[in-house]
């Protein structure tokens, strides 16, 4: 059974850092695009930022680029968010999502993914 579980979430004060980890079940875990979503309390999900199956192409949302930045180690399965530079209105559920699909693909699914870990909670106060 393919399964996505996140990690690293907690409570920080705005203008610390927090690295969120996503662990992938996949033996093909480098054929998948992947990504990262957040739904604050109240609001509706929205994207943060994906990555192509080799790390090599990457895309974030206008309101986390340059603060945050994805990254993958496919030999430990693994997909990373580093948050720099944290306000309190980053604060929301973190999702990990994966596709076995291109990465444009992936942005154009609109949230429509295949796979979705159970979230992890980052909460920032001011």
């Known amino acids: 059974q393919l399964q996505l579980v996140e990690s690293g979430g907690g409570l920080v004060q705005a203008g610390d850092s927090l690295r969120l980890s996503c662990t992938f079940s996949a033996r093909t875990f480098s054929m998948y695009s992947m990504g990262w979503f957040r739904q604050a309390p109240g609001k509706s999900r929205e994207f943060v930022a994906a990555?192509?199956?080799?790390?090599?192409?990457?895309y974030y949302a206008g309101s986390v680029k340059g603060r945050f930045t994805i990254s993958r180690d496919n030999a430990k399965n693994t997909v990373y968010l580093q948050m720099n530079s944290l306000k309190p209105e980053d604060t929301a559920v973190y999702y990990c999502?994966?596709?076995?699909?291109?990465?444009?693909?992936?942005?154009?699914?609109?949230?429509?993914?295949?796979?979705w870990g159970q979230g992890t909670l980052v909460t920032v106060s001011s």
């Open positions: 990555i192509n199956w080799s790390g090599g192409s990457t």
């Open positions: 999502a994966a596709d076995r699909v291109p990465l444009q693909t992936f942005l154009d699914k609109g949230g429509y993914l295949e796979l």
